[in-house]
């Protein structure tokens, strides 16, 4: 080995330690190199302690002997490897300020690792600032010069606010120097118009070379020993394609050793981003530079563990901005970290990751402005980790803009060399290929590529068969545009059954179509195609089923009526406790009335939703309400919950339901009215992974329509359904003894929330006869609402009154006639009720008003309470009865919530 004291005409601080001993701390050598200079009567401002800053002395110092003794020593000085190394690298965020740098100086010198060599960016934005002169200068905009001097002030601001004394002014001599260099090949650029690809290098290395500079002046005031590199002088890289360069790692090594030997400092601070070429030409390990320097030095040293410090806490499951639940990952395998890089999550480049994998060394990303988060490791899988299948998926990643490429034809299948053709006619191009799919019968293969490339990648399939479409043996080259991708990662997916399932479970539900699939055999991603406007959706899914294992259901009320209001408050008390102990969030994000209408992205505070209503408002459009549900939030499932009693909204279920939205409803608008109408809502119902509930329009939250399917499914056959199904009417027979006249009793059913908006529907046995048609259309039988015959208990002079004020004040005039058939019956030992009947042998319904005998069941009931008795194959002797409560505001909007749970569980909400 060659001696460096005589190789180097001037004495570093290796030379120093050397001559003091090889074990010398960095502090008893800079104080030996500062006697040095003492004796020398050379200036302070001239102490250097290595790479391109000019050293100190201009002669060499040594005698022979020391020459000779350098070369025994040189062994101990070389480079030593392993675990006492700690690498670090600093993003330009970190460095953005001097404050910032004077934070990382800290961060450095806390870190207690017998070694640490750290890297820099340039301070953010100074490399886009350095890029920009380049073009500028090549362009012949002589701005150029006037963004020259911004980054001289930046750096010379910086530098004056963080060091002081001889370090500042040894920064700020240098700065000068380096700014008139970078002016004079500024306008050698300029003149030229054209800067080679070393020339723009050389200029844009400048901001890693001044900002490690500063850090290192600013950890050596704090008296650590602490070299300055430049690793133009160290790392040797080559190019390996457009934008790319691979390591040199066999001369990178010599070479980190010969710099070692001359300053082997305890804390080493060294330029990201920048190398040279095996012909000492200055380079760039191109963008996110700095990560890929990091790691190789890292490798290079055999480091313990290489820290990449952040502005965020570390690797998150999806990218934040699209999924407010993502999480940070305490751990990632190698191969991990790399499909997420693959698949655009900012985490690190892949090839980043190469050098450490090599030799099993922990990359931390770690948050700068947060030192208390813990940050993420990537390394080997670890062995210990949760094996539950959930865990299977380590994160989602996205990738958009895309679009597929479909090549399909019958002449493919056994035809040896068709993909070959396909994808050579594909590189011609250039393009590239972010996944590909072959159907297994051969006859089609799709492929992804940027849809800024696939114009010219179709032209170019389209040339390379030309015959074989003419002859019929490819049927088409068809290109499907605005496509993205949804990747799921995860190494542990491997040989776990149900991944998949799970995926495509979650988008199922959340309505997406995907256009085309691949997993390789190593199962480490999951990739699906589907359309770009879907992709933050499914996103979405994929994630709260894998990660949150939370049911999100993002809600829309229309109609905050007595049913509406009181569902909105039954949801605020309960929401908290749903979310705490069954995983269900519930979001009402939108509220609308027939006049105004209230929105949110995030959910509405169910605490003041009415002064919300009142102040925040806009006016009601059905249209935007639901366009605010379909896209304006960040959750997967999207529920209306209409509880008007309007026909009209009753009318766009199907609609709602085909966009991929859960309807729930008390309103029986929609099951009473046109039997096409319904047969089709629930035709499509059964078709779709989108749900259709409406307990609440039969007994209100009594379970008849479950109870009624229940039966059904299992295979019993209904033959009768009868019963009370009234709670106003039940309310009114069960009260109207006498006491009160029939009127009184009416209106305190509308006072109690019994009847419908009006209270002529009950009274009309209209109310009741929807009812009817409901379970006899859900028992099979296709009725329309005119074929049940119903008997009306409002008088013939009321039926024309044109509110429903105007019949409540009217209605006591007949009394009379109420009281004299109450009368009557209980002459007869007989009360009033009034029954519907579903009669489903004969495929018939009925509506009427009867008499029964004291002891009948119906004769039993009290307040507002529904009976229903099922008679079935199973049930023929003794009916299935369910009795409770028909109607009034808190069992109706009860009702309606165990509705909404009921779409939480079938969308995989735990029971
Ligand atoms: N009250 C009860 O005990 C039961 C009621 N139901 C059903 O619940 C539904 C609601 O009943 P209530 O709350 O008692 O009625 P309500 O009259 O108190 O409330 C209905 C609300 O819907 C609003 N509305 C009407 N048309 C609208 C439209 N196009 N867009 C937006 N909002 C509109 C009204 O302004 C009102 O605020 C009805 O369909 C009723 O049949 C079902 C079972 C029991
Ligand atoms: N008005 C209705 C309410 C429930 O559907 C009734 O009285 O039963
Ligand atoms: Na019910």
Redesign the pocket.
Known sequence: MRSLAVASPVPTAAAHRRRLRPSASGREVISQCLKCEINQDRPLGALRLGGNLPRHGSKNLLTPAAAVSVEQVEVSTYLPKGDMWSVHKFGGTCMGTPQRIQNVADVVLGDSSERKLIIVSAMSKVTDMMYSLVHKAQSRDDSYTEELDKVFEKHMAAAKDLLDGENLARFLSQLHSDISNLRAMLRAIYIAGHATESFSEFVVGHGELWSSQMLSYAVQKSGASCSWMDTREVLVVKPSGPDMVDPDYVESEKRLQKWFSRQPAEIIVATGFIASTAENIPTTLKRDGSDFSAAIIGSLVRARQVTIWTDVDGVFSADPRKVSEAVILSTLSYQEAWEMSYFGANVLHPRTIIPVMKDNIPIVIRNMFNLSAPGTVICKQPANEDADLDACVKSFATIDKLALVNVEGTGMAGVPGTSSAIFSAVKEVGANVIMISQASSEHSICFAVPEKEVAAVSAALHVRFREALAAGRLSKVEVIHGCSILAAVGLRMASTPGVSAILFDALAKANINVRAIAQGCSEYNITVVLKQEDCVRALRAAHSRFFLSKTTLAIGV???????ATLLNQLRDQVAILKENMNIDVRVIGI???STMLLSDTGVDLTRWKEEMQKEAKP?D?ANFVRHLSEDHVFPNKVLVD????T??ASHYYDWLKKGIHVIT???KANSGPLDRYLKLRTLQRASYTHYFYE??VG?GLPIISTLRGLLETGDKILRVEGIFS?TLSYIFNNFEGTRSFSDVVAEAKEA?????DPRDDLSGT?VARKVIILARESGLRLELSDIPVESLVPEALKSCSSPNEFMQKLPSFDQDWARQRHEAEAAGEVLRYVGVVDVLNGKGRVELQRYNRDHPFAQLSGSDNIIAFTTSRYKEQPLIVRGPG???EV?AGGVFCDILRLASYLGAPS
């Open positions: 229309i109609g905050p009526g007595l049913i509406g609308t009335g027939a009601a059905l509880c008007t009693a309007d009209n909204v008390p309103n029986k609440a329009t209100a709670g929330g019994y009847t419908e908006p109310d109607a009034g505001a109706t």
